[in-house]
T-cell receptor, first 118, second 116 residues
Framework: DTGVSQNPRHKITKRGQNVTFRCDPI?????LYWYRQTLGQGPEFLTY????????KSRLLSDRFSAERPKGSFSTLEIQRTEQGDSAMYLCASSSPYSRQGGSDTQYFGPGTRLTVL | AQTVTQSQPEMSVQEAETVTLSCTYD???????LFWYKQPPSRQMILVIR????KQQNATENRFSVNFQKAAKSFSLKISDSQLGDTAMYFCAFMKHAGSNYQLIWGAGTKLIIKP
């Protein structure tokens, strides 16, 4: 079990540029989640995949945000025309309904991608 | 809609002391999970402990235990024999155990500082 990985760990971009983040979940986990966390706050849910299907999107996910999980394995989160308000830590988590360690549907998190928009 | 409230923005205790972090939540659901996660400075979110709402017995994990009061919608975390490595942000989180979305609803966090 190699854990959830995210790339890049840090991204600095200029306002108006597009950015893409990648998340690789724990291999046997079929559920994948994206959250956004601003400094000193708890995470906020963005979107959720079960296998390759995107089943839920938060109203926080404006039309500038798009997420994919093309083969039910890794996922990408793209932000188009970035704004300074997009600066945050973007967290990815995965879970499985069949997981014994930690209990079913317990979410395990990656290290996050810290986005800074100048 | 579910909400999670952590009323203690920051706490500090001496090493080896016991500390209790508070969490209350609001829900009309009957089946759900509750979690405590820790987030050390500049490090990733780590699961501390999990509680199923249908279980009356409080969950324990080594030095970490919870006091789950379902009727009062309270879910506190007790850390015994605190260690310097326990210094972190601690988040309480709620998850429905029904439907098609298993998103976590989070509190604002409690910053815990363990002093040597």
């Amino acid at each position: 079990d190699t854990g959830v990985s995210q790339n890049p760990r840090h991204k600095i971009t200029k306002r108006g540029q597009n950015v893409t983040f990648r998340c690789d979940p724990i291999s046997e986990h079929n559920r994948l989640y994206w959250y956004r966390q601003t400094l000193g706050q708890g995470p906020e849910f963005l979107t959720y995949f079960q296998n390759e299907a995107q089943l839920e999107k938060s109203r926080l996910l404006s039309d500038r945000f798009s997420a994919e999980r093309p083969k039910g394995s890794f996922s990408t989160l793209e932000i188009q025309r970035t704004e300074q308000g997009d600066s945050a830590m973007y967290l990815c988590a995965s879970s499985s309904p069949y997981s014994r360690q930690g209990g079913s549907d317990t979410q395990y998190f990656g290290p996050g991608t810290r986005l800074t928009v100048l | 809609a579910q909400t999670v409230t952590q009323s203690q923005p920051e706490m500090s205790v001496q090493e080896a002391e016991t500390v209790t972090l508070s969490c209350t939540y609001d829900t009309s659901e009957n089946n759900y999970y509750l979690f405590w996660y820790k987030q050390p400075p500049s490090r990733q979110m780590i699961l501390v402990i999990r509680q199923e709402a249908y279980k009356q017995q409080n969950a324990t994990e080594n030095r970490f235990s919870v006091n789950f009061q379902k009727a009062a919608k309270s879910f506190s975390l007790k850390i015994s024999d605190s260690q310097l490595g326990d210094t972190a942000m601690y988040f309480c989180a709620f998850m429905k155990h029904a439907g098609s979305n298993y998103q976590l609803i989070w509190g604002a966090g409690t910053k815990l500082i363990i002093k040597p």
